[in-house]
Nanobody
Framework: QVQLVESGGGLVQAGGSLRLSCAAS????????MGWYRQAPGKQRELVAV???????NYADSVKGRFTISRDNAKNTVYLQMNSLKPEDTAVYYC??????????????WGQGTQVTVSS
Protein backbone atom coordinates (compact mmCIF):
# COMPACT_ATOMS: atom_id res chain seq x y z
CA GLN A 1 0.00 0.00 0.00
CA VAL A 2 1.07 3.59 -0.57
CA GLN A 3 0.64 6.37 1.95
CA LEU A 4 1.01 10.12 1.53
CA VAL A 5 1.71 11.95 4.76
CA GLU A 6 1.35 15.71 4.81
CA SER A 7 2.67 18.25 7.27
CA GLY A 8 3.12 21.98 7.64
CA GLY A 9 -0.35 23.45 7.73
CA GLY A 10 -1.51 25.92 10.35
CA LEU A 11 -2.73 29.41 11.12
CA VAL A 12 -0.92 32.43 9.72
CA GLN A 13 -1.65 36.11 9.27
CA ALA A 14 -2.18 37.60 5.83
CA GLY A 15 1.15 38.28 4.19
CA GLY A 16 2.82 35.43 6.03
CA SER A 17 4.34 32.20 4.79
CA LEU A 18 3.90 28.47 5.28
CA ARG A 19 5.65 25.44 3.83
CA LEU A 20 3.78 22.21 3.23
CA SER A 21 5.47 18.83 2.85
CA CYS A 22 4.15 15.51 1.60
CA ALA A 23 6.08 12.25 1.66
CA ALA A 24 5.05 9.12 -0.22
CA SER A 25 5.90 5.80 1.42
CA UNK A 26 5.36 2.13 0.66
CA UNK A 27 6.61 -0.27 -1.96
CA UNK A 28 7.12 2.26 -4.75
CA UNK A 29 8.94 1.87 -8.04
CA UNK A 30 8.70 5.55 -8.79
CA UNK A 31 6.53 8.62 -8.64
CA UNK A 32 5.36 10.47 -11.72
CA UNK A 33 3.63 13.79 -11.13
CA MET A 34 3.07 15.16 -7.64
CA GLY A 35 0.81 18.04 -6.80
CA TRP A 36 -1.19 20.05 -4.34
CA TYR A 37 -4.92 20.68 -4.43
CA ARG A 38 -7.11 22.64 -2.07
CA GLN A 39 -10.73 22.72 -1.05
CA ALA A 40 -12.36 25.64 0.70
CA PRO A 41 -15.71 25.29 2.51
CA GLY A 42 -18.56 25.09 0.03
CA LYS A 43 -16.24 24.94 -2.97
CA GLN A 44 -14.91 22.23 -5.23
CA ARG A 45 -11.39 20.89 -4.90
CA GLU A 46 -9.04 22.80 -7.19
CA LEU A 47 -5.53 22.35 -8.47
CA VAL A 48 -2.95 24.59 -6.81
CA ALA A 49 0.30 23.37 -8.34
CA VAL A 50 1.77 20.27 -9.96
CA UNK A 51 5.31 19.12 -10.72
CA UNK A 52 6.46 16.30 -12.98
CA UNK A 53 9.27 13.89 -12.20
CA UNK A 54 11.44 15.96 -14.52
CA UNK A 55 10.71 19.16 -12.64
CA UNK A 56 8.24 20.87 -14.96
CA UNK A 57 5.67 22.87 -13.01
CA ASN A 58 2.22 24.30 -13.47
CA TYR A 59 0.33 26.67 -11.18
CA ALA A 60 -3.17 27.97 -10.73
CA ASP A 61 -3.35 31.61 -11.82
CA SER A 62 -4.40 32.62 -8.32
CA VAL A 63 -1.09 31.48 -6.79
CA LYS A 64 1.42 32.29 -9.51
CA GLY A 65 4.27 34.38 -8.17
CA ARG A 66 3.40 33.55 -4.55
CA PHE A 67 3.63 29.75 -4.30
CA THR A 68 6.49 27.49 -5.34
CA ILE A 69 6.26 23.74 -5.74
CA SER A 70 9.36 21.57 -5.57
CA ARG A 71 10.23 17.92 -4.99
CA ASP A 72 12.96 15.61 -3.77
CA ASN A 73 12.79 12.51 -5.95
CA ALA A 74 15.15 10.55 -3.71
CA LYS A 75 12.74 11.03 -0.81
CA ASN A 76 9.51 10.84 -2.86
CA THR A 77 8.58 14.13 -1.23
CA VAL A 78 6.87 17.22 -2.60
CA TYR A 79 6.88 20.68 -1.04
CA LEU A 80 4.74 23.76 -1.41
CA GLN A 81 6.26 27.04 -0.29
CA MET A 82 3.46 29.55 0.18
CA ASN A 83 4.36 33.22 0.50
CA SER A 84 2.28 36.40 0.64
CA LEU A 85 -0.67 34.37 1.88
CA LYS A 86 -4.15 35.82 1.55
CA PRO A 87 -7.37 35.02 3.45
CA GLU A 88 -8.73 33.48 0.23
CA ASP A 89 -5.95 30.86 0.41
CA THR A 90 -7.70 29.39 3.45
CA ALA A 91 -8.58 25.78 2.65
CA VAL A 92 -7.73 22.17 3.31
CA TYR A 93 -4.70 21.35 1.18
CA TYR A 94 -4.35 17.85 -0.25
CA CYS A 95 -1.28 16.19 -1.66
CA UNK A 96 -1.62 14.02 -4.76
CA UNK A 97 0.89 11.63 -6.30
CA UNK A 98 0.80 9.40 -9.35
CA UNK A 99 2.73 6.33 -8.21
CA UNK A 100 4.22 3.38 -10.07
CA UNK A 101 4.11 0.05 -8.23
CA UNK A 102 5.36 -3.41 -9.19
CA UNK A 103 2.90 -5.21 -11.44
CA UNK A 104 0.56 -2.24 -11.76
CA UNK A 105 0.01 0.71 -13.98
CA UNK A 106 0.39 3.98 -12.14
CA UNK A 107 -2.30 4.97 -9.64
CA UNK A 108 -3.28 8.25 -8.03
CA UNK A 109 -3.02 8.56 -4.26
CA TRP A 110 -4.16 11.32 -1.92
CA GLY A 111 -2.98 12.59 1.42
CA GLN A 112 -5.32 13.10 4.35
CA GLY A 113 -5.33 16.88 3.99
CA THR A 114 -3.84 19.65 6.07
CA GLN A 115 -5.67 22.82 7.12
CA VAL A 116 -4.28 26.19 6.12
CA THR A 117 -5.99 29.21 7.68
CA VAL A 118 -5.00 32.76 6.79
CA SER A 119 -6.37 35.48 9.04
CA SER A 120 -6.93 39.03 7.84
Amino acid sequence: QVQLVESGGGLVQAGGSLRLSCAASGVILGVNSMGWYRQAPGKQRELVAVITSGGSTNYADSVKGRFTISRDNAKNTVYLQMNSLKPEDTAVYYCNANVRRLGRLSDDYWGQGTQVTVSS
